[in-house]
């Protein structure tokens, strides 16, 4: 079992933040918890919108001993999966687009913020839980839970079973390598094998997504019949104008 240590705020500026300024002395498994952030932060530098009504929190990993450090980049794609199972848990099917973010009916229902230093790995996670109404630049992309069932949803039970997958895929990953992961991860890919545009910090790449590598990066197949595997980045669906069938 992880040996976990929990902090948990009513109000915090950041889970992530915060498990910055307590990485040293925390053992692994340490979860920061917030009912509600006032500085939630999203990748690439964009705030996060963190009501009450969302489960906000963020977990202290060290994968030191027993990872190469050239797998940590795996470590989000796993939070994906462990979120996405976590969901079919509950009735709700969603699918993970690279590289973590976890969708419902094309819409973002969580996010994954993982950040790096020295050795340690924060997972952030950010799950829509039972909010009715976003903010006007995120409305119609994002979505909540309760949006998509129509029922509220008890955060200590979502994050419970949370936590409890990531333990699960996390043992499975240290013990068991990779290509179970990654092999989950494609199955609950929303991207995989489709056409896909992808926003790189050197400019947008458009092409089909092949697979993920065993380091987490993308692998797009231009147009030019060339492979090019991206480590970062924020990916879309090409919508094609024709009707298309949907997986569900
Ligand atoms: C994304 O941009 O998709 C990642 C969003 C991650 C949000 C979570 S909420 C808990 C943790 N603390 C933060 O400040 N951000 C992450």
Not at 14 to 27: D, Q, R, V
Not at 28 to 54: C, H, M, V
Not at 92 to 105: E, S, T
Not at 194 to 220: C, F, H, W, Y
Request: proline residues 4%.
């Amino acid at each position: 079992m992880m040996e976990r240590k929990v902090y948990r705020f009513k109000e915090l500026a950041s889970t992530n933040e915060f498990a910055k300024g307590i990485l040293k002395e925390s053992p692994e498994g340490t979860l920061i918890i917030a009912d509600k952030q006032t500085n939630g932060k999203g990748r690439f530098g964009k705030s996060w919108y963190s009501p009450e009504e969302g489960l906000w929190f963020s977990v202290i990993l060290k994968p030191n001993n027993t990872l190469h450090s050239a797998r940590y980049q795996l470590l989000p794609l796993l939070a994906g999966v462990a979120v996405c199972e976590a969901m079919l848990g509950l009735g709700v099917r969603a699918k993970v687009k690279w590289p973590n973010d976890i969708l419902i009916n094309g819409k973002k229902v969580a996010g994954i913020l993982s950040e790096f230093v020295d050795g340690t790995v924060i997972l952030g996670m950010g799950i829509n839980l039972n909010i009715k109404e976003f903010p006007e630049e995120i409305k119609d992309t994002a979505t909540s839970l309760l949006l998509e069932k129509g029922k509220a949803f008890d955060k200590d039970i979502v994050l419970k079973l949370v936590l409890k997958k990531i333990e699960e895929k996390y043992k499975l990953f240290k013990a068991s390598g990779l290509d179970k992961l990654l092999q989950e991860w494609r199955s609950y890919s929303d991207t995989f094998g489709k056409r896909v545009a992808v926003n790189t910090p050197t400019g947008v790449l458009q092409g089909e997504m092949i697979d993920i590598d065993s380091d987490g990066a993308l692998l797009l197949k231009l147009p030019s019949g060339n492979t090019e595997k991206i480590f970062a980045g924020e990916c879309s669906l090409i919508h094609i104008n024709k009707p298309q069938r949907t997986q569900r």
